[in-house]
């Protein structure tokens, strides 16, 4: 079993800062990406930033130039450094992994990820 525990989270004034760290303990396994997803209460789980085993990245278009995702390979960690947050952001984020060989592939379905973490909460204030 793999467990992908996050951190980080917390509460922020808008504008201010915060970053998302994501361990991927447990079992030995390939890691082809990974992804950090976000929810918020009555609204439908959406991709916030991923990035593959070669460092391809996508981001959705609300968070452009203001959140950064980034990995460390050997300790199987991703990163997501969230600038000038706005209240919008507030949400649970989830971090998810995609097991596989790392093709460089990068996913951006929900269906694609195998594992997924507890979440972390982010609030904004106003």
């Known amino acids: 079993q793999v467990q992908p525990v996050e951190s980080g989270g917390g509460l922020v004034q808008a504008g201010g800062s915060l970053r998302l760290s994501c361990a991927a303990s447990?079992?030995?396994?390939?890691?082809?990406?990974m992804g950090w997803y976000r929810q918020a209460p009555g609204k439908e789980r959406e991709l916030v930033a991923a990035?593959?085993?070669?460092?391809?990245?996508y981001y959705r278009d609300s968070v452009k130039g203001r959140f950064t995702i980034s990995k460390e390979n050997a300790k199987r960690t991703v990163y997501l450094q969230m600038n000038s947050l706005k209240p919008e952001d507030t949400a649970m984020y989830y971090c998810?992994?995609?097991?596989?060989?790392?093709?460089?592939?990068?996913?951006?379905?929900?269906?694609?990820?195998?594992?997924w973490g507890q979440g972390t909460q982010v609030t904004v204030s106003s």
């Open positions: 998810a992994v995609d097991a596989g060989p790392p093709l460089n592939t990068l996913p951006l379905k929900a269906a694609e990820y195998d594992y």
């Open positions: 447990g079992s030995i396994f390939m890691i082809n990406a």
């Open positions: 990035i593959s085993s070669g460092g391809s990245t």
